[in-house]
């Protein structure tokens, strides 16, 4: 819609006006461009991995030239701000474009982040997990000691490795591997 695309140009004249202004001279509150979705931001990483891509996809072939209005007059009035304001629509749809590309490249950053910090929880020395693990081990025992028992279970350890694993035959009970 070329309002849109008003405000877009509006946006972008704001960001390069703050961009070459002295930090004291720049307008309080405005923070630049930001592309916001339903699960977040995507320059925050906050926004899915699908659809950051698929906005990304949509933006590398949006031409805003083909904007519409309902008003004729208006979609002229405001081709010819981004005219005279941006130096066409070449410009502006590359500045849309390195603005979403800068967004995407955050992204990816803060989601690696996200996969580092939890690849290192999941490598992480077992004694914590097993403390917290013990406390749940307690609650089955004690519900487990208090019903009559008729199922079977196994441990094992590995000899090559210092892995150990359980398992036991009851429907709803759950296999634990340990790692050192």
Request: glycine share 6%.
């Amino acid at each position: 819609r070329s309002w849109c695309l008003f405000e877009l140009l509006q946006t972008l004249i704001r960001v390069d006006q703050d961009g070459n202004s002295h930090p004291k001279e720049r307008q309080a509150g405005f923070q630049g461009m930001h592309f916001c979705t339903a699960s977040g931001i995507v320059s925050r990483g906050e926004a899915s991995s699908e659809v950051s891509l698929r906005m990304g996809e949509r933006i590398s072939t949006l031409r805003l030239q083909d904007a519409k209005a309902s008003s004729s007059p208006d979609k002229q009035t405001i081709d010819g701000l981004v005219e005279t304001q941006m130096g066409g629509f070449c410009e502006i749809n590359g500045k849309l474009r390195a603005h979403f590309a800068s967004a995407l490249a955050a992204s990816r950053e803060a989601t690696l982040r996200k996969f580092e910090e939890i690849d290192s929880q999941l490598h992480r020395p077992t004694s914590g997990a097993l403390r917290s693990r013990s406390l749940t081990d307690e609650n089955a025992d004690e519900s487990a000691s208090q019903r009559p028992s008729n199922s079977s279970s196994h441990c094992s350890s590995s000899s090559s490795s210092s892995n150990s694993s359980c398992s036991s035959s009851e429907p709803n009970d759950v296999t634990h591997t340990i790692l050192p």
